[in-house]
């Protein structure tokens, strides 16, 4: 499996996933107080998100799907 996990996103993709996965995780943060699962969800594809910037790796490139960033 090391194919399936190789980088397949430029530094720009990177960016902005990072930043998608920043405000995921603080959002998610702040839903708690409203609802606790709602904010586990976020938290955790916020997380998510926060892997695929840190790694270069997008999990829909690497099945096959073109993204635009």
């Known amino acids: ?3 399936f996990f ?3 996103i430029d530094r720009a993709g990177r960016i ?3 930043i998608l996965g920043g405000l995921l ?3 998610g943060v702040a839903a708690c107080f409203w609802n606790l699962w709602a904010g586990v969800g976020l938290i955790g594809g916020g997380a998510f998100v926060l892997f ?3 790694r270069g790796w997008c999990v829909m490139r690497a ?6 960033i």
């Open 25 to 27: 995780v603080v959002g």
């Open 6 to 8: 190789s980088q397949n």
């Open 1 to 3: 499996m090391p194919k």
């Open 63 to 68: 099945c096959g799907i073109k993204t635009r």
């Open 52 to 54: 695929e910037a840190f």
């Open 16 to 18: 902005v996933r990072a």
